[in-house]
């Protein structure tokens, strides 16, 4: 089983669309979530820290749910720029902190 | 935020060559760097950690043969690809953990393309 899994989609909406993804992970002790973005060929850049009492930064909300090792993204009145790969990340902690990458969901909105 | 660039952005070589990668923190002092690998279509992986002033740790799987780290100093770590061929033709990221006492971020590297003949 995948340390962090996601559903790859594609994920084709239209603008002004909702879109929601979805991540689950396997290691029970893991302690910080983050969702980041990736455009092709760029490198991944942070869009938001997730945490248990659930966040929003504008149209982003992230949830999670540490019981079922379960994290989402909602994405509200997508634009055209929202279309990218969406990486769900994991941080188990311990002295080296070391990131875990799920293999990211796609997401294009259309005109 | 933070910035990390990696040098170069893109390099292509002939089988059998060694390829550097330089990761350098450029507004703060980094100890520990991390060196991932992605494959089209595929996730980051986590190739090793990079500890300032102390050998690399690699994950299962990698070679620390063929992959050379070193982290001389606080803000530059490299990746040396030793007598690289074509399936390490790779899309390479460094990232730098910026700590500061609150919660630590990782800053990712615009990336290397690797295209190996």
């Known amino acids: 089983r995948k340390e962090v899994e996601q559903d790859p989609g594609p994920f084709n909406v239209p603008e002004g669309a909702t879109v929601a993804f979805n991540c689950t992970y396997s290691?029970?002790?893991?302690?910080?979530f983050f969702w980041y973005r990736q455009d092709c060929r760029k490198e991944p850049k942070l869009l938001m820290s997730v945490y248990s009492s659930g966040n929003e930064d504008g149209r982003f909300t992230a949830q999670l749910n540490r019981a079922s090792q379960y994290i989402s993204l909602l994405i509200r009145d997508s634009k055209l720029s929202d279309s990218a790969t969406y990486l769900c990340v994991v941080n188990v902690g311990g002295s080296a902190r070391q990131l875990t990458f799920g293999s990211g969901t796609q997401l294009t909105v259309l005109p | 935020g933070a910035v990390v660039s990696q040098h170069p952005s893109r390099v292509i070589c002939k089988s059998g060559t060694s390829v550097k990668i330089e990761c350098r923190s450029l507004?703060?002092?980094?100890?520990?760097m991390f060196w991932y690998r992605q494959f089209p279509k595929q996730s980051l992986m986590l190739m090793a950690t990079s500890n300032e002033g102390s050998k690399a740790t690699y994950e299962q799987g990698v070679e620390k043969d063929k992959f050379l780290i070193n982290h001389a100093s606080l803000t530059l770590s490299t990746l040396t690809v030793t007598s690289a061929h074509p399936e390490d033709s790779s899309f390479y990221i460094c990232?730098?953990?910026?700590?500061?006492?609150?919660?630590?971020?990782?800053?990712f590297g615009p990336g290397t393309r690797l295209t190996v003949l």
């Open positions: 290691n029970s002790a893991s302690q910080s």
């Open positions: 990232s730098a953990r910026e700590f500061s006492g609150g919660p630590d971020t990782q800053y």
């Open positions: 507004d703060f002092q980094a100890t520990t």
